[in-house]
């Protein structure tokens, strides 16, 4: 390690604030961008969503998604309309979502169930960067590793720029006038 302290960005264990994160309009815009993913995805097995919070409240389309996107098989869903039958469906999901090796932090089958948009999208956002983007490869990089390639040319004009990572931040300040 180095002598710059971590700002805690991109720490696994850290919980970041979910509550005043999400204005209206980038809320708004969020679910038109995840609800058009899901579409794109839903629409080879017949279907779609029309409302992202209010779709997945029984867990049935979020299986189905799941199934879709990983071509894998999930649990047979409970087929009942009470809430405990939704909570199982949500909950068979994460289970699939959590054996790929994602932990979904703060989500719970009960928020998706009772249509918290704030969760969902959370859910949504993570099963996009497990199923789409980490097994992106081009040119023999991950999509992480371009990034970071991305970043490190698109900065390398800069002196005091160094970017090694994503996960902790070091900045070195030129010396001040009269130090």
Same mark, same amino acid.
């Given at each position: 390690?180095?002598?710059?302290?971590?700002?805690?960005?991109?720490?696994?264990?850290?919980?970041?604030?979910?509550?005043? @994160?999400?204005?209206?309009?980038?809320?708004?815009?969020?679910?038109?961008?995840?609800?058009?993913?899901? #579409?794109?995805?839903?629409?080879?097995?017949?279907?779609?969503?029309?409302?992202?919070?209010?779709?997945?409240? #029984?867990?049935?389309?979020?299986?189905?998604?799941?199934?879709?996107?990983?071509?894998?098989?999930?649990?047979?869903?409970?087929?009942?309309?009470?809430?405990?039958?939704?909570?199982? +469906?949500? #909950?068979?999901?994460?289970?699939?979502?959590?054996?790929?090796?994602?932990? @979904?932090?703060?989500?719970?089958?009960?928020?998706?169930?009772?249509? #918290?948009?704030?969760?969902?999208?959370?859910?949504?956002?993570?099963?996009?960067?497990?199923?789409?983007?980490?097994?992106?490869?081009?040119?023999?990089?991950?999509?992480?590793?371009?990034?970071?390639?991305?970043?490190?040319?698109?900065?390398?004009?800069?002196? +005091?720029? +160094?970017?090694?990572?994503?996960?902790?931040?070091?900045?070195?300040?030129?010396?001040?006038?009269?130090?």
């Amino acid at each position: 390690m180095d002598d710059y302290p971590s700002d805690g960005y991109g720490e696994e264990e850290e919980e970041w604030d979910r509550e005043g @994160l999400l204005d209206p309009a980038w809320e708004k815009q969020q679910k038109k961008t995840f609800t058009a993913w899901c #579409n794109s995805h839903l629409r080879k097995a017949g279907t779609q969503i029309e409302d992202i919070d209010e779709d997945f409240k #029984n867990g049935l389309k979020l299986m189905l998604l799941l199934e879709v996107i990983s071509g894998e098989q999930l649990p047979r869903p409970d087929r009942g309309k009470m809430r405990f039958h939704k909570i199982a +469906n949500v #909950n068979k999901a994460l289970d699939f979502i959590a054996s790929k090796g994602v932990r @979904l932090v703060s989500i719970g089958a009960e928020e998706i169930v009772d249509g #918290n948009c704030k969760m969902t999208l959370g859910m949504i956002w993570t099963i996009i960067l497990r199923f789409a983007i980490q097994d992106i490869t081009v040119e023999e990089l991950t999509a992480k590793e371009g990034l970071l390639l991305w970043c490190q040319r698109k900065t390398a004009p800069y002196k +005091n720029v +160094n970017v090694q990572n994503f996960h902790m931040r070091q900045v070195k300040y030129p010396a001040q006038v009269g130090d």
